[in-house]
């Protein structure tokens, strides 16, 4: 039973773009963002990046308030990973070090 839910997943996500094509429904951005999910929740945060990237770039005008603000919080994520690969990758210190706040 173990990793079926992930050949599910794909399947729906198959059956709703087929759905959208054939009924001529706009709803790319919810669409890209439960791709986005599952992409991260698959260990992929390069490709659930780029469609949050892509979804704020090409598809902002069509899509709800909140679904843009979850695109935005799933880039700043993104990068967040990023900067700290990169620092583990040239081993600089990880911690903040700026003086204390008095």
């Known amino acids: 039973m173990q990793g079926e839910s992930i050949p599910r997943a794909f399947e729906y996500m198959y ?13 790319h951005g919810s669409q890209m963002l439960l791709l986005s999910t599952l992409f991260s929740r698959l260990g992929i ?9 892509l979804l704020l770039h090409c598809y902002q005008r069509g899509c709800p308030f909140d679904e843009r603000i979850r695109a935005s919080c799933r ?3 993104g990068v967040s990973h990023s900067l700290y690969h990169y ?16």
């Open 15 to 27: 059956q709703g773009s087929h759905l959208n094509i054939k009924e001529n429904i706009n709803n």
């Open 45 to 53: 945060s390069h490709l659930s990046t780029v469609h949050s990237e």
């Open 75 to 77: 880039c700043a994520l």
């Open 87 to 102: 620092l583990l990758s040239t081993n600089k210190p990880l911690g903040y070090t700026s003086r204390p706040l008095r």
